[in-house]
């Protein structure tokens, strides 16, 4: 039936051994790529949820608020921490810059702060 295999005892012996070397490395292999699937899964499951709004923050002792983004804004800067929809309001209403691109005080329904209080 499996005539092709060597006929003496030693080369089946080397062969086994080698076949054996080869599934370990295969079984090896194939833990590792379950084990980065489970974990990919896993953080896809447990990624925290993007903030609805963010302050970037200035550098410096306090770092002071800058300016208030909506949380999807590509022109956030590294400096940021998120906030509440209240704070963001109220930031905003204290007279802290908006955000050009995602318009925070737009979204948030302050408009003409400035004209409205003077």
Do not use: Y
Request: hydrophobic letters at 35%; a positive charge; proline letters at 6%.
């Amino acid at each position: 039936m499996f005539d092709d295999l060597p006929p003496d005892l030693d080369r089946l012996h080397t062969l086994r051994v080698w076949h054996a070397l080869w599934l370990h490395r295969i079984d090896a292999k194939i833990a590792r790529l379950e084990r980065r699937k489970a974990e990919e899964e896993h953080g896809r499951k447990n990624r925290p949820k993007l903030a609805e709004w963010v302050v970037e923050v200035g550098i410096g002792t306090g770092k002071p608020p800058v300016q208030v983004h909506a949380g999807t804004c590509h022109m956030i800067g590294s400096r940021r921490r998120p906030i509440s929809h209240d704070e963001a309001r109220r930031l905003l209403a204290d007279g802290l810059r908006a955000c050009t691109h995602c318009q925070p005080d737009t979204q948030l329904h302050i408009i003409d702060l400035l004209i409205v209080s003077e």
